[in-house]
């Protein structure tokens, strides 16, 4: 299983940005798939999460602005990032796995397969 982020950039306060994750060896649309981030000097944290149902859950401080899509044909998962802030400045990762339930969305521990991340950076 591979997964490979991209979309990351710079990009000023109040702009968007896409992230794209593409996935190989697993099929998006029978497992639950998530990114996270970590910002300089700090943990790596849950931004917005599937659940191969469809169902979605994000952080509380992207909750509005940020949305996690996936699509089932090019077997790739989205964030789509708008009203973008200096503290969204991090490594972006995406992560999947098949058995990642419901309620354990958020938890880092539930995934297996993770790709390497993808910089962005937010200029104020």
């Known amino acids: 299983v591979q997964l490979q982020a991209f979309g990351g950039g710079l990009v000023q306060a109040g702009g968007s940005l896409r992230l794209s994750c593409a996935v190989s060896?697993?099929?998006?649309?029978?497992?639950?798939v998530a990114w996270f981030r970590q910002a300089p000097g700090k943990e790596r944290q849950f931004v917005a999460g599937?659940?191969?149902?469809?169902?979605?859950t994000s952080s509380d401080s992207v909750k509005g602005r940020f949305t996690i899509s996936r699509d089932s044909a090019k077997n790739a998962v989205y964030l789509q990032m708008n009203g973008l802030k200096s503290e969204d400045t991090a490594v972006y990762y995406c992560?999947?796995?098949?058995?990642?339930?419901?309620?354990?969305?958020?938890?880092?521990?539930?995934?297996?397969?993770w790709g390497q991340g993808t910089l962005v950076t937010v200029s104020s």
């Open positions: 060896g697993l099929t998006v649309s029978r497992s639950a």
């Open positions: 992560a999947s796995g098949a058995s990642v339930i419901l309620s354990n969305l958020a938890s880092q521990t539930a995934y297996p397969y």
């Open positions: 599937m659940h191969r149902s469809g169902g979605t």
